[in-house]
């Protein structure tokens, strides 16, 4: 495999990457992996390299793999088996070429720009009943938290009351649109299924953060809040995606713990 990014651009080392120029690195990666497969270099049925080695050899952050990764689940390609790792599902023919959609990075790159802006200026038009709401919003996320399912509406409601707040109904409406793409991008929609059997869900303190930092009426803040939630986002969304590495660690340990065990009681 050639290192992609020594022949497009400096090379992806940085978790960042991944919301930056790994967004579009992971498309490059998909499309490299891709002609690997087209070129014989695996069968149906073979378990693909771990993604560091992947990340070595073409030159770019595991974060970046892990997204081209997803890609090509999306396209029906290679299945992740929890614990196991990746498997080649179906070979692609000589002129399978996937359309990429909205990747989950790119959602949240674009939330960065708009949803940060968007609580700046909440912070200096946001009344006292929309504060009420936001904060009986948490308590509803709480609730949703603590139930089984994959309900999350408290989130988008508390999410859209600020964009709402902003006084600007372009950016309002963008924002809007961002959200319908969790579920209309397949790629954002696959990477949400693995996040909740991960068990990720809103993080109440977070958003809790934010309502403190509008109640101040400070811009700055508001936006730092906002940006702070949305990378603690990212991290969460990389945890579910390496959820099956962790699977497969904690299968190894209580292996190893059972065999120490069972080795002890024999003595």
Not at 22 to 28: I, Q, T
Not at 46 to 60: F, Q, S, T, W
Request: charged share 25%; hydrophobic share 45%.
């Amino acid at each position: 495999m050639k290192d992609i990014t020594r022949a497009n651009g400096p090379t992806d080392t940085q978790p960042s990457d991944s919301t930056t120029s790994g967004s579009r690195l992971y498309k490059r990666v998909a499309h490299t992996m891709i002609k690997e497969m087209q070129s014989g270099a695996y069968s149906i049925g073979d378990r693909m390299p771990a993604e560091r080695d992947i990340a070595v050899k073409l030159g770019v952050s595991r974060p970046v793999v892990r997204e081209a990764m997803l890609a090509m689940e999306v396209l029906g390609l290679v299945e992740a088996r929890l614990g196991a790792g990746t498997f080649v599902l179906r070979l692609p023919g000589e002129n399978d070429e996937p359309s990429f959609t909205v990747s989950p990075f790119e959602l949240i790159e674009a939330r960065l720009l708009f949803e940060g802006e968007a609580a700046a200026l909440a912070a200096q038009h946001i009344t006292d009943e929309e504060l009420q709401r936001l904060e009986t919003l948490i308590s509803a996320m709480q609730r949703e938290n603590a139930k089984e399912g994959d309900e999350e509406d408290a989130d988008k409601l508390f999410h859209m009351t600020i964009a709402g707040a902003s006084r600007n109904a372009a950016v309002a409406r963008t924002i809007e649109q961002l959200w319908e793409l969790r579920s209309s991008s397949s790629e954002c929609r696959l990477l949400l299924e693995k996040a909740r059997t991960a068990n990720v869900k809103p993080v109440v303190e977070e958003h809790a953060a934010i309502v403190l930092a509008l109640k101040s009426r400070e811009p700055v803040a508001a936006r730092n809040a906002m940006h702070a939630h949305l990378r603690a986002v990212l991290d969460h969304l990389l945890f579910a995606l390496e959820e099956d590495a962790i699977a497969a660690a904690r299968q190894s340990i209580a292996a190893t713990r059972a065999r120490y065990q069972h080795g002890v009681k024999r003595q």
